[in-house]
């Protein structure tokens, strides 16, 4: 398992900004660079759901819903992955987990709440 700790949830209006931050205090820069790492996110009532991926490749993937919006980086030597979320919507409201993938093991934060308000 790794630890992954989150930070930068928040209240904001319709149309603001946020940006996610999570790092992986404890693994070195090169363990690092072994993890697809990403975005999920939870809705009242809803499934856990992909927002993004930073694959260990270097690529990105997106939802539908947040693309062209939301924007995942990585920065290796920090060991930190990130989600600029731009033009956020109500809809964009959830509780967001960071997610961490080393060829099959899988590991979570324990989630930022970001929410929405129109």
Not at 42 to 49: N, S, T, V, W
Not at 68 to 74: K, N, Y
Not at 77 to 97: G, H, W
Request: overall charge positive; hydrophobic content about 30%.
């Amino acid at each position: 398992q790794v630890r992954l700790v989150e930070s930068g949830g928040g209240a904001v209006q319709d149309g603001g900004s946020l940006r996610l931050s999570c790092g992986t205090p404890g693994k070195i820069t090169s363990t690092f660079r072994t993890y697809t790492m990403g975005w999920y996110r939870q809705a009242p009532g809803k499934e856990r759901e992909l927002v993004a991926l930073a694959t260990r490749g270097g690529t990105t993937e997106y939802a539908d819903s947040v693309k062209g919006r939301f924007t995942i980086s990585r920065d290796n030597s920090r060991k930190m992955v990130y989600l600029q979320m731009n033009s956020l919507r109500p809809e964009d409201t959830a509780v967001y987990y960071c997610h961490v993938d080393q060829y099959g093991e899988i590991s979570w934060g324990k989630g930022t709440l970001v929410t929405v308000s129109s």
